[in-house]
């Protein structure tokens, strides 16, 4: 329930909208009640005027009928536009402050979640979400309002036929919803907790086709697929199971509720203590009362299912945050200048991965990393951008990192990652991600020294090529180049360039050291730092650093 009142608090930007589809939902569901009571009635007294040969003023209660309809039709018709516009605007802002939620959590605290887990909260767990307002909230609270509402109107006319029928309204309306909530919360959670271990496999099973046809394994993938299928649909129908026992136990209590309505009712006809019309007006009241009580047992049994979605949202936002950020006013770094003093780090507790690094690069230095793989060099970069927490002290420009805000640390440095991410667009787009202009005075010495100039002059669209999905429009070697020339792009005090000429053959290779060697050389602020295993690269640095394996923890 917990995960209820937060989902509410989230929403107070549409409480008013909340509460105006609500009180549609009443109007709907009263006129309905009144309509069927009315017509009910009129037709019952038509026909008694009609046999007695009496008079019968048939315009009020014809009016009245008309007017109940219209206010039912389009008191249906605005309550829908409301309710559904609510959702629909919760959910938007729901999903901006999930995605405002994980950056700072990228890339340490999301690694842990298989691949389309994320995502698959971020669209599937808050679609699900719809229903909480949609078809739980609001159907419980206009349903129990029209039953309470409905049983004071009936009462009033004849505390016998109420009170005939306040058992099975309870019994439908409290008792078979609170029933099928119990019995559907383990399926429901089950099939949400199924459906997103599915979306996981598929997607991690469609990104990684590739190999899984070369090494023969699409198979195996399409069994687990397959497995978990069949369970997602077990939880469905069972979850199916149940809500065909509240339909029959829905319909079982309507139809006993109108024979004990007709009985209740029907004596004190008998007996002449109410009007004979009265009998159809309490009985097509009493069906109109069941049809507002049958949208609650479906209510609860939905509530499990969106429960579960909201406590996967909540607790992947809840994550801790890998490093926590400076507090306070940001120190200003004199220079570019950067030191490692005694510095351990790991990507896990258990297993150290840098340990007592010690090193000064001046401001405009370069140096270039390297060392056998897995000796943590793109470790040390996650340490620059504050992505991992360290011991030790780094300083730059004189200023502890851990002091530095991380919204100042990433104006003064920009970085090519060791697994560069194209988005789907064009080459355009991928050099200039925060929509910007690209700057045309930089950007032509930039395409040089990215090794990108000649290739791009040669293609039709220049500019505007697109790299398709993650770059598979474009050869690894191209896209290194691109995301290269975006690292270049962005005004910087420091760079940081993981494997710059992965993917390159080697006079491309070197055609690009000799162009960022040229490009760094003459500029006496900027600090460069490179991971490299080729040896072209070691140009790069005015000191090359060698990182070891190490050693095991005692
Ligand atoms: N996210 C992670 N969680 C746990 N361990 C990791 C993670 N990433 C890397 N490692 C492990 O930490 C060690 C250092 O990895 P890192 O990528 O920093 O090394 P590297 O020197 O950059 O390697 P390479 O030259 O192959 O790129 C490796 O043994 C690696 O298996």
Redesign the pocket.
Known sequence: MKSLLRFLRLSRGQWFWMICGILLGMLVMSANALLMALSGWFIASMAVAGASGTAFNFFFPSAGIRFLAIVRTVGRYAERLVTHGATFRILASLRVWLFNRLAPLAPAAL?RHAGGDVAGRLRADVDALENLYLRILAPLVTGWFTLAGGLLFLAWFSPPAALALLPFLVGAGVLLPLVLRSRSEGPGREAVHHAAELRSRVTEGLQGIEELILLGAVERQAATVEELSARLVASQERLGRIGSFSNGGMQACAGAAGAAVLLAAGVQVAAGEIPGPWLAMLLLCAAALFEAVSQLPAALHLLPGALAAANRIFELADAPLPVADAAGPAPIPRDASVVFRQVSAS??PE?P?LQDLRLTVPAGGSVVFT?P???????LFDLLLRFRDYDGSILLGEVELRDLPKDALRTMITALP?RPHLLNGTIRDNLTLDGSELPEEALEQVLVDSGLHSWIASLPQGLDTPVGINGSAVSGGEARRIALARTLLKKAPIVLLDEPTEGLDAATEQEVVTCLQRRFRHSAETTLLV?S?RPACLALGDTVVR?GRPSSPP
């Open positions: 690694e990507y896990l297993q991965v060392g793989s897995g000796s943590g060099k793109s470790l060791q991971i295993h990182l």
